[in-house]
């Protein structure tokens, strides 16, 4: 069965700076979509950036980006320039014909 | 554009009673919908999905249950609530494409006392 693991539970990055958020996951399958969705204290759920796994290329949006390295099973979110208003849970996604999420990571802008 | 709703935003209900949660969605047709149960510091649990009318899966057995009466309306209710139901529910929609993104509602935060 697929799982998606996020291995940090909370961070915390200085305003400015640039923080990066681990995620890994399992599957023995070849065709399948990463997400990384942002929970601000709202609780609404955003979509912050999606990577096709037949693409090699990293996918990025605006300050967010991910490391994606499909061997390793591997996607990382990097957040550039932090901002006080990224403060929220981020939660990994795996998707086939089902989405699976992971347990989330609290990050925290330390102004 | 998209929309989805998803109402209320808190409830408070007692032990035992019944409950339902409603979500419309707006500006699609024929989306897949799924009801998400989020308990305080964890993930998000799938709890039932719906690619049709009255088409649900269900992912874990418990004492609730989803309907789809309307194309773009899923409802999740319970005859009898319980203590272990508290808990933060979403409400998500996504086209029926593979693999295409989920879009989730504000959320219904529920207090079992």
């Known amino acids: 069965a697929q799982t998606v693991t996020q291995s940090q539970p909370e961070m915390s990055v200085q305003e400015a700076e640039t923080v990066t958020l681990s995620c890994t996951y399992d599957t023995s399958e070849s065709d399948y979509y990463l997400f990384w969705y942002k929970q601000p204290p709202s609780r609404q759920m955003i979509l912050v950036i999606r990577q096709e796994a037949y693409k090699q290329q990293n996918a990025t949006e605006n300050r967010f980006s991910v490391n994606f390295q499909k061997a390793a099973k591997s996607f990382s979110l990097k957040i550039s320039d932090s901002q006080l208003g990224d403060a929220a849970m981020y939660f990994c996604a795996y998707q086939d014909d089902k989405i699976i999420f992971g347990k989330g990571t609290r990050l925290h802008i330390l102004p | 554009s998209q929309t989805i709703h998803q109402w209320p935003a808190t409830l408070v209900q007692p032990v035992g009673s019944p409950l339902s949660l409603e979500c419309t969605v707006e500006?699609?047709?024929?989306?897949?919908l799924y009801w998400y149960r989020q308990a305080a510091g964890r993930g998000l649990q799938l709890l039932f999905y719906s690619v049709g009318i009255g088409q649900i899966s269900s992912e874990v057995p418990q004492n609730l249950s989803a309907s789809r009466p309307q194309d773009r309306q899923f409802i999740l209710s319970s005859k009898k609530l319980l203590l272990s139901d508290s808990g933060f529910y979403l409400c998500a929609w996504s086209s029926v494409q593979a693999n295409s993104p989920q879009h989730f509602g504000d959320g219904t935060r529920l207090s079992i006392l």
């Open positions: 500006g699609t047709s024929n989306p897949n």
